[in-house]
């Protein structure tokens, strides 16, 4: 007996609910427990001191300072080279092999795990270059790490133009350069966007590629040279380590705000950048 | 026009440095992780449960096998409730709510991983230990922790695929009669299945490669899971928990399970491409 | 229509794009190429260590001003490796050293002892070495064979390279290995977390970092604590271990001759290690 197909949407929406439902609240309960236990006791000193005591006391500084670092020193080295080869790759070469093969190696690389790119980072950066265990060395790991997901969400952001608008464009006398920028980027911009900060994110979280390459030292780094720990570090040796549950909820509850924080900034550029350059 | 050939050739160069350095990355892996593969030979090293490497003997098949539990596990919950709520977000909900909760999954994207462990830890391995038994570090804790990761990436690709199909296919539908759900299941994410694949890729990756939050909560024991209440240990952790420590031959192997690790994720990607491009096909012939 | 920028939108992409560049080559140059910090010290390795050499260091900083110590974790083998590789200046170790390592100077800058722990419910007051060798290693399965409750023994270890498991390979093992079915824990706080919250588990850390939280075994009838280790009668001992090239740097050597003094060693000792002397 076939159901009348609305009442088969209504369940289906109805069940739909549900899942996301649970879904939505496991998310919420995640950052509810980790707020319930960090926020607190969290204090201006915790943020601005450096740490005590095998980390006890004291405050996170100089992980926040890391962390900051390191993220803005990868991005800025990832994103416009992933951008541009996105362009390269969509809007200059035609579909063959070539671009097939760089794609499918762009998808490959972007599901490595990151330890891989850890254990690159330890080989390549840290002991062949010479760099040490350093504020460089995680950057550039880190770079590398988010490179194919930016190139990868980027193409795919670019090429969900409609061919249409391209089209229009030059019949309106454009150069290719001027299509790209005025007509094609603006309206790819929020699915670029989602790709950059997607990628913060993960870089921001990332533990085990940073431990490796950027060693997890207590002080502030003053140098791209220097070793340092970033926040997700610090909160994962705190945590394991049993050395202060208090101070790792309140790493981890930092660490969480800061993510909120670039994601709303993220929605508030993409906004304005939407209201005056979206072609749709 | 002169500005555009010099802008492309600045581009190409971009793209260029690009391709070289994830070249090298996948070279670097290979030469270091080959030699030994060879030397042990591919199915011993595969297929052997015998992992000591203080003894030189390296056989990975038990964290094969983890891996791939742990991986399953993780995309039924991850697609079940991701698509679903990917769905629900880009078709179903009224437009205010949606402002809110896509950015608050994007939010979740970039929750660290060591804290979905955490809560793995103190949260959900107690509850498993006390109510279903075994030692609670088990395949089940694993993929609900890797399941509730892997979601956010899934729902938001998803959304942004299911919205990227034009506006017109959906009227045309309605236009003809059908319900939106009907005009969802029939045409919407068949036409959205080449983003949606790459959602679920993405995600299945994120969960191949999770590395410090199965750490935490799946036991890392040598042996074959017997059951999802066994621990269970990956491929990545693996590397994770040998690597500091790892030198000479031992560090060789690590680089082995890195080769293998990448041969299982271009497999996974060839199957996506083949099933994207019939729906690149399907959408060229609409 | 000439290339030039004409409209707010292409100037704000180009902006961007050129901040982007010029961001990173400031940042780079600001922070400069040459290695700050030149009379700092780093050490690597073993996160038994780990814990009491950055104690020690900050105590060092403090009396002297200007001097920089990093201290880094990694493992006992990782700190060796960094040794060899030039990474770090010196590397910790809670293991005796093997093989070729012993090429390398290795200083003893106190001793701790390996306690086995299990749930402070648990009944058992005492094993023999062989019985703890029995457990690890597979052939004892329940609690049951050992006095106590009819509940299956979850094994808990270090990871293969852990300092801490090669030590306690080392002592009570033997030839023997260490059960498949063992859970696999990659510090000591994490074998702490994980023994405090399971009743039937058992496994083996650093004594200075027990706590009250567990219960520790006493190990053919001699309890687990540091007078006991320190008059030699409690079994399971090892070394903390400085590790260095046989040529030191001045401000290393500095840095160990503090460690060695009386002051440091107090504060292990009050830390819960057994001091040298």
Redesign the interface.
């Given at each position: 007996m076939r159901l009348p197909?609305?009442i088969?949407?209504r369940i289906?929406?109805a069940?739909?609910?549900i899942?996301?439902g649970?879904?939505?609240s496991?998310?919420?309960f995640?950052?509810v427990?980790?707020f319930y236990n960090g926020l607190p006791n969290l204090s201006w000193e915790f943020l601005t001191k450096e740490p005590?005591?095998?980390g006890r006391e004291g405050g996170i500084f100089p992980m926040i300072v890391a962390t900051a670092y390191i993220t803005?020193?990868g991005l800025?080295?990832a994103?416009?080279?992933?951008l541009?080869?996105a362009?390269?790759?969509t809007e200059?070469t035609e579909e063959g092999v070539i671009k097939?093969i760089?794609r499918?190696?762009?998808?490959?690389?972007?599901?490595?795990?990151?330890?891989?790119?850890?254990?690159?980072g330890?080989?390549?950066f840290?002991?062949t270059l010479g760099l040490?265990?350093s504020v460089i060395s995680g950057a550039l790991t880190l770079a590398?790490m988010v490179?194919?997901t930016i190139?990868?969400?980027s193409e795919?952001?670019i090429r969900?133009v409609?061919q249409v608008y391209r089209e229009v464009s030059f019949g309106l006398?454009s150069?290719?350069?001027q299509m790209i920028?005025?007509v094609v980027?603006?309206s790819a911009l929020p699915?670029i966007f989602?790709g950059i900060?997607?990628s913060?994110?993960?870089c921001?979280?990332?533990?085990?590629a940073v431990?490796?390459t950027a060693?997890?030292?207590?002080?502030l780094p003053?140098?791209?040279?220097?070793?340092s720990r970033t926040l997700?570090l610090h909160?994962?040796?705190m945590?394991?380590?049993?050395?202060s549950m208090q101070n790792?909820y309140q790493t981890?509850a930092i660490?969480?705000i800061a993510?909120?924080i670039?994601?709303?900034f993220a929605?508030w550029l993409m906004r304005r950048f939407i209201s005056?350059?979206s072609v749709s | 026009?002169k500005?555009?050939k010099i802008?492309?050739w600045?581009?190409?160069l971009?793209?260029l440095?690009?391709?070289c350095?994830?070249?090298l990355?996948?070279i670097?892996?290979f030469k270091?992780g080959l030699p030994i593969l060879v030397k042990v030979g591919p199915v011993k090293f595969i297929f052997s449960m015998d992992w000591y490497p203080s003894e030189g003997e390296f056989g990975i098949f038990s964290m094969i096998v983890g891996s791939l539990a742990v991986t399953c596990g993780a995309l039924i919950i991850g697609i079940?409730?991701?698509i679903?709520?990917a769905?629900?977000?880009a078709q179903?909900c009224p437009p205010r709510l949606v402002s809110i909760?896509k950015?608050?999954?994007?939010?979740?994207?970039?929750?660290?991983?060591?804290?979905?462990g955490?809560?793995g830890v103190v949260?959900l391995v107690p509850l498993i230990r006390d109510y279903l038994g075994g030692p609670g570090l088990s395949v089940l804790a694993s993929s609900i922790v890797l399941g509730?990761m892997v979601?956010?990436?899934i729902?938001?690709?998803s959304i942004?695929a299911i919205r990227?199909v034009?506006g017109a296919y959906r009227e045309g539908s309605i236009a003809l009669g059908?319900?939106?759900?009907?005009t969802m299941c029939m045409l919407t994410l068949k036409a959205a299945r080449s983003?949606i694949v790459?959602a679920i890729?993405?995600g299945?990756?994120?969960a191949?490669?999770?590395?410090?939050a199965v750490i935490?909560v799946a036991g890392n024991t040598l042996d074959l899971p017997q059951s999802i209440l066994d621990p269970v240990r990956t491929l990545?952790s693996n590397?994770?928990l040998e690597?500091?420590y790892a030198a000479g031959t031992h560090r060789q192997a690590?680089?082995a399970t890195?080769v293998i690790?990448?041969i299982i994720?271009?497999i996974?990607?060839?199957i996506?491409?083949v099933v994207s491009k019939h729906g690149i096909k399907s959408r060229k012939i609409l | 229509?000439g290339?030039n920028v004409k409209?707010?939108?292409?100037l704000i992409?180009f902006s961007w794009?050129i901040f982007?560049?010029f961001?990173?080559i400031l940042?780079?140059f600001l922070?400069?190429c040459s290695?700050?910090?030149k009379n700092s010290i780093?050490i690597?390795g073993s996160?038994s260590v780990q814990?009491f050499a950055?104690?020690l260091a900050?105590e060092f900083e403090r009396l002297n001003p200007g001097v920089?110590v990093?201290?880094?974790?990694?493992g006992s083998t990782a700190g060796i490796q960094s040794v060899l590789?030039n990474?770090a200046d010196i590397g910790t170790c809670s293991r005796q050293l093997a093989g070729s390592e012993t090429n390398l100077n290795s200083i003893l800058i106190a001793k701790d002892g390996l306690a086995i722990v299990v749930h402070p419910s648990n009944s058992i007051d005492n094993l023999s070495r062989e019985q703890i060798r029995d457990i690890f290693s597979g052939k004892i399965t329940s609690w049951k064979e050992l006095g106590g409750k009819d509940q299956p023994i979850r094994i808990i270890t270090r990871e293969e390279g852990s300092g801490t498991r090669e030590a306690f390979v080392k002592m009570v093992m033997g030839k023997s290995r260490i059960s498949r079915k063992a859970l696999n824990q990659?510090?000591?706080?994490?074998v702490?977390?994980l023994v405090k919250n399971d009743p039937c588990g058992i496994g083996y850390m650093s004594l200075g970092l027990v706590g009250n939280e567990l219960k520790m075994v006493s190990v053919d009838g001699i309890k687990p604590t540091i007078d006991e280790a320190k008059a030699g009668k409690y079994p399971l001992v090892r070394p903390f271990l400085f590790v260095t090239k046989n040529e030191i740097k001045p401000e290393s050597q500095k840095f160990i001759d503090f460690v060695l003094s009386s002051n440091a060693q107090e504060i292990l000792r009050r830390e819960g290690l057994i001091p040298i002397k």
């Amino acid at each position: 007996m076939r159901l009348p197909p609305l009442i088969t949407q209504r369940i289906a929406v109805a069940l739909m609910w549900i899942l996301a439902g649970v879904a939505l609240s496991i998310l919420a309960f995640i950052i509810v427990f980790i707020f319930y236990n960090g926020l607190p006791n969290l204090s201006w000193e915790f943020l601005t001191k450096e740490p005590r005591h095998m980390g006890r006391e004291g405050g996170i500084f100089p992980m926040i300072v890391a962390t900051a670092y390191i993220t803005a020193l990868g991005l800025s080295i990832a994103s416009p080279i992933g951008l541009a080869t996105a362009i390269y790759l969509t809007e200059y070469t035609e579909e063959g092999v070539i671009k097939n093969i760089i794609r499918f190696g762009a998808d490959c690389l972007a599901g490595i795990p990151s330890i891989i790119f850890g254990l690159f980072g330890f080989v390549f950066f840290v002991i062949t270059l010479g760099l040490g265990l350093s504020v460089i060395s995680g950057a550039l790991t880190l770079a590398l790490m988010v490179l194919p997901t930016i190139i990868r969400t980027s193409e795919e952001a670019i090429r969900a133009v409609p061919q249409v608008y391209r089209e229009v464009s030059f019949g309106l006398g454009s150069t290719k350069w001027q299509m790209i920028t005025r007509v094609v980027l603006p309206s790819a911009l929020p699915g670029i966007f989602t790709g950059i900060v997607l990628s913060a994110g993960r870089c921001i979280s990332e533990t085990a590629a940073v431990m490796l390459t950027a060693g997890s030292a207590l002080s502030l780094p003053q140098s791209v040279f220097d070793s340092s720990r970033t926040l997700a570090l610090h909160f994962y040796i705190m945590s394991r380590e049993g050395i202060s549950m208090q101070n790792a909820y309140q790493t981890a509850a930092i660490l969480i705000i800061a993510i909120l924080i670039i994601n709303i900034f993220a929605y508030w550029l993409m906004r304005r950048f939407i209201s005056r350059l979206s072609v749709s | 026009m002169k500005t555009d050939k010099i802008i492309s050739w600045i581009l190409l160069l971009m793209a260029l440095t690009a391709i070289c350095g994830l070249a090298l990355i996948t070279i670097f892996i290979f030469k270091e992780g080959l030699p030994i593969l060879v030397k042990v030979g591919p199915v011993k090293f595969i297929f052997s449960m015998d992992w000591y490497p203080s003894e030189g003997e390296f056989g990975i098949f038990s964290m094969i096998v983890g891996s791939l539990a742990v991986t399953c596990g993780a995309l039924i919950i991850g697609i079940i409730f991701g698509i679903g709520c990917a769905i629900l977000l880009a078709q179903f909900c009224p437009p205010r709510l949606v402002s809110i909760l896509k950015p608050l999954v994007e939010l979740l994207a970039g929750i660290p991983s060591v804290v979905y462990g955490f809560i793995g830890v103190v949260v959900l391995v107690p509850l498993i230990r006390d109510y279903l038994g075994g030692p609670g570090l088990s395949v089940l804790a694993s993929s609900i922790v890797l399941g509730i990761m892997v979601l956010p990436t899934i729902i938001s690709i998803s959304i942004d695929a299911i919205r990227s199909v034009p506006g017109a296919y959906r009227e045309g539908s309605i236009a003809l009669g059908a319900t939106e759900w009907q005009t969802m299941c029939m045409l919407t994410l068949k036409a959205a299945r080449s983003g949606i694949v790459a959602a679920i890729i993405l995600g299945m990756g994120r969960a191949i490669g999770e590395t410090m939050a199965v750490i935490m909560v799946a036991g890392n024991t040598l042996d074959l899971p017997q059951s999802i209440l066994d621990p269970v240990r990956t491929l990545t952790s693996n590397i994770a928990l040998e690597m500091g420590y790892a030198a000479g031959t031992h560090r060789q192997a690590l680089f082995a399970t890195g080769v293998i690790l990448f041969i299982i994720i271009m497999i996974l990607n060839s199957i996506a491409l083949v099933v994207s491009k019939h729906g690149i096909k399907s959408r060229k012939i609409l | 229509m000439g290339c030039n920028v004409k409209t707010k939108r292409e100037l704000i992409k180009f902006s961007w794009a050129i901040f982007n560049v010029f961001s990173i080559i400031l940042v780079m140059f600001l922070f400069g190429c040459s290695k700050t910090h030149k009379n700092s010290i780093n050490i690597v390795g073993s996160t038994s260590v780990q814990p009491f050499a950055e104690m020690l260091a900050q105590e060092f900083e403090r009396l002297n001003p200007g001097v920089h110590v990093e201290v880094q974790g990694g493992g006992s083998t990782a700190g060796i490796q960094s040794v060899l590789q030039n990474i770090a200046d010196i590397g910790t170790c809670s293991r005796q050293l093997a093989g070729s390592e012993t090429n390398l100077n290795s200083i003893l800058i106190a001793k701790d002892g390996l306690a086995i722990v299990v749930h402070p419910s648990n009944s058992i007051d005492n094993l023999s070495r062989e019985q703890i060798r029995d457990i690890f290693s597979g052939k004892i399965t329940s609690w049951k064979e050992l006095g106590g409750k009819d509940q299956p023994i979850r094994i808990i270890t270090r990871e293969e390279g852990s300092g801490t498991r090669e030590a306690f390979v080392k002592m009570v093992m033997g030839k023997s290995r260490i059960s498949r079915k063992a859970l696999n824990q990659e510090s000591n706080g994490a074998v702490k977390e994980l023994v405090k919250n399971d009743p039937c588990g058992i496994g083996y850390m650093s004594l200075g970092l027990v706590g009250n939280e567990l219960k520790m075994v006493s190990v053919d009838g001699i309890k687990p604590t540091i007078d006991e280790a320190k008059a030699g009668k409690y079994p399971l001992v090892r070394p903390f271990l400085f590790v260095t090239k046989n040529e030191i740097k001045p401000e290393s050597q500095k840095f160990i001759d503090f460690v060695l003094s009386s002051n440091a060693q107090e504060i292990l000792r009050r830390e819960g290690l057994i001091p040298i002397k």
